[in-house]
């Protein structure tokens, strides 16, 4: 379950972007935009297929992105003021949290 201690710990964790890739967890992102339509790759963005085209979070530079983790069935990808968490298990529900 997704609370509001995660989210406080997430954007603690990733209050900066850690300087190798691997430690930003960006491989398990990577792997699930392969493994779905949600996710899609533009040149250096990740466009979020499931976030509307009209919001600014609609498609995000990947060295915009802090971290990704798995919680719980979902994933959360982690940006400098917002957390957009993708439900795993169904593509197309997506609940974005402002910071």
Request: glycine share 4%; with cysteine.
């Amino acid at each position: 379950m997704i609370t509001n201690e995660t989210i406080q710990r997430l954007y603690t964790t990733y209050a900066t972007a850690p300087e190798l890739f691997e430690d930003r967890g960006l491989s398990r992102l990577m792997d699930y935009a392969f493994d779905t339509d949600a996710i899609d790759f533009d040149g250096d963005r990740l466009v979020f297929n499931t976030v509307d085209a009209q919001s600014p979070l609609h498609s995000v530079e990947i060295e915009c992105i802090h971290g990704a983790e798995e919680i719980d069935g979902w994933l959360a990808v982690v940006l400098p003021e917002a957390i957009l968490f993708i439900d795993c298990n169904d593509f197309h529900n997506t609940r974005i949290h402002i910071k």
